[in-house]
């Protein structure tokens, strides 16, 4: 493809409309408007449709954007490596926020020591979350939790985390298998709630309703509360205002670890790999493929 044609495409998206659009790329709205239908024409699909005023993408237009991004990120990285020889640009980060909170910040410290000309931008969410935005093209790359689908994705290890059931104080632990239980947790995708609710399967125990939190803080501040029962990882506890306030429980060994691994689609930029030789795991064999 013309990266021409894809940074016009491109600048139409993100101005909402040709006329700001031959603004910005100091054309006339007319040449721009040729450009597009005739990339269209070439292409074989519509990559706008009009709705009233509005310039609107089409499903093929929305999936032609985030290759156009990815494309055009990557020439220009080029450009400047083969001009500088030094790492620079953006790196766009997903990441759970136990990761975030706990695990990375002296990861992307020494990452800045290094390679102080990349900037990265960095959003949390859960691993379906993260996934569903490495397709989409909004973010590079993303540290997520086992176990997702690999068969499309490019990953290296990053680290372990130790599991912990976390109780109200005096609370009876799942293997009483007495009562109904409330359980606090993310929305739907994280893999921490999966497991927790695996568990009370394979344990006959059963559970009312699932209180969804948007924090690890919240999460503690109702288990204390004695609202109901999480998992978290432990490092999250060393670290939580309310952690004296709940009781630890071990989980079964075959639940107790999880592996956070980083991933990523297609060709790793440079800033990304940079990224990668800094992870303490990403060299170890000990990590489940």
């Given at each position: 493809?013309?990266?021409?044609?894809?940074?016009?495409?491109?600048?139409?998206?993100?101005?909402?409309?040709?006329?700001?659009?031959?603004?910005?790329?100091?054309?006339?709205?007319?040449?721009?408007?040729?450009?597009?239908?005739?990339?269209?024409?070439?292409?074989?699909?519509?990559?706008?449709?009009?709705?009233?005023?509005?310039?609107?993408?089409?499903?093929?237009?929305?999936?032609?954007?985030?290759?156009a991004e990815t494309l055009l990120r990557m020439a220009?990285?080029?450009?400047?490596?083969?001009?500088?020889?030094?790492?620079?640009?953006?790196?766009?980060?997903?990441?759970?926020?136990?990761?975030?909170?706990?695990?990375?910040?002296?990861?992307?410290?020494?990452?800045?020591?290094?390679?102080?000309?990349?900037?990265?931008?960095?959003?949390?969410?859960?691993?379906?979350?993260?996934?569903?935005?490495?397709?989409?093209?909004?973010?590079?790359?993303?540290?997520?939790?086992?176990?997702?689908?690999?068969?499309?994705?490019?990953?290296?290890?990053?680290?372990?985390?130790?599991?912990?059931?976390?109780?109200?104080?005096?609370a009876p632990g799942i293997g009483t298998g007495t009562?109904?239980?409330?359980?606090?947790?993310?929305?739907?995708?994280?893999?921490?709630?999966?497991?927790?609710?695996?568990?009370?399967?394979?344990?006959?125990?059963?559970?009312?309703?699932?209180?969804?939190?948007?924090?690890?803080?919240?999460?503690?501040?109702?288990?204390?509360?004695?609202?109901?029962?999480?998992?978290?990882?432990?490092?999250?506890?060393?670290?939580?205002?309310?952690?004296?306030?709940?009781?630890?429980?071990?989980?079964?060994?075959?639940?107790?670890?999880?592996?956070?691994?980083?991933v990523w689609k297609g060709e790793a930029s440079a800033?990304?790999?940079?990224?990668?030789?800094?992870?303490?795991?990403?060299?170890?064999?000990?990590?489940?493929?």
């Amino acid at each position: 493809m013309d990266l021409d044609d894809l940074d016009i495409f491109r600048c139409v998206v993100r101005e909402g409309g040709v006329t700001r659009a031959a603004t910005r790329l100091h054309r006339v709205p007319s040449n721009v408007t040729t450009r597009i239908k005739q990339f269209e024409a070439r292409l074989g699909v519509a990559l706008f449709r009009r709705e009233g005023r509005s310039l609107n993408l089409t499903e093929a237009g929305r999936i032609l954007l985030g290759h156009a991004e990815t494309l055009l990120r990557m020439a220009d990285l080029a450009e400047q490596e083969l001009r500088s020889g030094v790492v620079r640009g953006v790196l766009r980060l997903g990441s759970l926020e136990s990761a975030a909170g706990a695990r990375l910040p002296p990861i992307l410290s020494a990452f800045h020591a290094q390679f102080p000309d990349v900037t990265i931008e960095l959003q949390t969410g859960t691993s379906r979350a993260m996934l569903r935005q490495l397709e989409r093209f909004e973010i590079e790359a993303a540290f997520v939790s086992e176990p997702f689908d690999h068969s499309s994705l490019s990953s290296v290890p990053a680290f372990d985390e130790e599991l912990v059931l976390i109780t109200g104080r005096n609370a009876p632990g799942i293997g009483t298998g007495t009562g109904r239980r409330t359980l606090v947790a993310f929305p739907h995708g994280c893999s921490y709630r999966q497991r927790l609710i695996a568990w009370l399967a394979e344990d006959g125990a059963s559970y009312d309703r699932v209180l969804e939190m948007s924090s690890y803080h919240a999460i503690v501040a109702c288990v204390a509360a004695g609202t109901g029962i999480a998992i978290v990882p432990a490092a999250v506890l060393d670290n939580a205002v309310m952690s004296t306030a709940i009781e630890r429980h071990p989980l079964p060994s075959h639940l107790r670890i999880n592996w956070t691994r980083l991933v990523w689609k297609g060709e790793a930029s440079a800033a990304l790999r940079a990224l990668t030789m800094l992870l303490p795991d990403a060299a170890g064999t000990s990590a489940p493929a």
